[in-house]
């Protein structure tokens, strides 16, 4: 392939030449994570918006699973519909250089490949970690305002990564990789404007459904620009609003994977990454014995940019309620728990939501701002009390799950059709396992 494009090459060819079945904390990671998306999948598939997605979309015959559903449809349906039901619940994976969620995007558009392809699970994992790091590499090359300024990083980086797991996958040539991501490139969209909305988790389904299209695309001989990270109106041009950092799209590449260091955060709660530290607050203040009625007034302090994803301040529902800090903290602090019965489309319940209105957000601007960096992330919560007393509680960081078994077994209700899911990858390997592995997921839990 042509020099001309140094960085788009470099990109493509990082992307060709890995070998990431070599790191066997990379392969581990990977492992658990798909084990956690898995969860979030099951969890989703009898969703409202899954179903609504099924029966309009114009599927086509094929081999490819719909998870929980016990049925099969062609690829690029399947790669849609498992993405967005992977991350309908708001409970899938999150990834700080992303600053979005990779593996709901990837992995759905990787078993999709595997239902035209014959694949093994080792070619399966080896695709997603590359693709991972794609969507990783950009995402610190874009800069916090991409995000910022209303685009939603796991729709528009989704889409490259997907495309460059696949391009991995099947030993694509560098030009024809670097084919691959400039149209997964030219499909980039989705708008914050959608969270607390259904769009939201269809953000995923159209990633993935558009990066492996784009990848199939570009196999096939569909031609598109191969500079789409060097050409002075190209993906920086339109997406990093002057904070681009392009040599961060490379550099680095591999040494560690994205997925060890700084590693995917696995949700303990089924809501809004950025409200989670507020939910360990509000979930200390339960333990501690906190009576909640007689809170007159909190406060709850957030670095710049620390709350952009939290949208919402007087939930509806408990969908909205998902990017809703109010009533996160509200809810942890009254029930104690964050279960997926708390986030909804029912209403939301009066008696949180009587808390969640004594509730007030601000910012320290004195912090750093926000970025991928774990130190920037801080939530303080300052509670005054009707008697006139005043406590303050602080977290730092993001909590997380490290072994996501028990959530598999909630979110599919222990179900004896799917149990032997998780060990199995967990040692998965050849074409075989894969194909397993298949199977179980087209068992219906309905």
Not at 30 to 42: H, P, S
Not at 233 to 254: K, L, N, T, V
Not at 312 to 319: L, S
């Amino acid at each position: 392939m042509e020099k001309a494009f140094p960085l788009t090459t470099g990109f493509a060819e990082a992307i060709t030449s890995a070998d990431p079945l070599q790191d066997e904390a990379a392969v581990a990671a990977a492992r658990t994570a798909i084990v956690d998306w898995l969860a979030c999948a099951f969890g989703g598939s009898a969703d409202r918006t899954t179903r609504i997605l099924l029966e309009q979309l114009p599927a086509g015959p094929g081999d490819a699973v719909i998870i929980g559903q016990g049925r099969r449809t062609d690829a690029l349906t399947a790669a849609l519909v498992n993405a967005h039901a992977g991350h309908v619940l708001d409970y899938d994976d999150v990834h700080a250089s992303v600053r979005g969620h990779p593996t709901t995007v990837i992995v759905p558009a990787l078993l999709a490949l595997a239902s035209e392809t014959p694949i093994s699970a080792d070619r399966l994992i080896a695709g997603y970690i590359v693709g991972l790091e794609a969507m990783a590499r950009l995402g610190l090359s874009l800069g916090m305002r991409h995000y910022e300024n209303g685009f939603h990083a796991t729709a528009t980086l989704g889409t490259i990564g997907a495309a460059a797991a696949v391009a991995h996958v099947l030993d694509y040539s560098v030009a024809e990789t670097a084919t691959a991501l400039g149209l997964a490139a030219t499909h980039s969209s989705g708008l914050r404007l959608q969270f607390g909305h259904d769009a939201k988790p269809y953000h995923a389904g159209m990633a993935a459904r558009s990066g492996l299209l784009s990848a199939k695309l570009a196999k096939a001989g569909f031609g598109g620009a191969r500079d789409f990270l060097d050409n002075p109106i190209g993906f920086y041009s339109a997406f990093a609003f002057g904070e681009q950092r392009p040599q961060a799209a490379i550099e680095g590449w591999g040494a560690p994977w994205q997925i060890v260091a700084p590693g995917l955060t696995l949700k303990a709660f089924p809501c809004c990454t950025a409200s989670h530290p507020v939910a360990m607050i509000g979930l200390q203040l339960h333990e501690e014995g906190l009576n909640v009625e007689q809170i007159e007034s909190v406060i709850i302090t957030f670095p710049p940019g620390g709350d952009a994803a939290l949208v919402v301040t007087d939930p509806t529902t408990g969908i909205d309620a998902r990017f809703s800090a109010e009533y996160v903290f509200a809810t942890a602090a009254l029930d104690g728990a964050l279960k997926i019965g708390h986030f909804g489309e029912t209403p939301v319940r009066e008696d949180l939501m009587a808390i969640a209105r004594r509730v007030r957000r601000r910012h320290d601007e004195t912090a750093p701002r926000l970025s991928s960096d774990p130190k920037t992330r801080f939530v303080i919560a300052e509670i005054t009390l009707k008697d006139g007393s005043r406590l303050t509680r602080e977290f730092k960081g993001l909590p997380g799950l490290s072994d996501p078994i028990e959530k598999f077994r909630d979110a599919t209700g222990n179900h004896p059709a799917v149990s032997a899911v998780p060990d199995l990858v967990r040692t998965m390997h050849g074409e075989d396992d894969l194909h397993r592995l298949i199977q179980l997921l087209s068992n219906s839990l309905n």
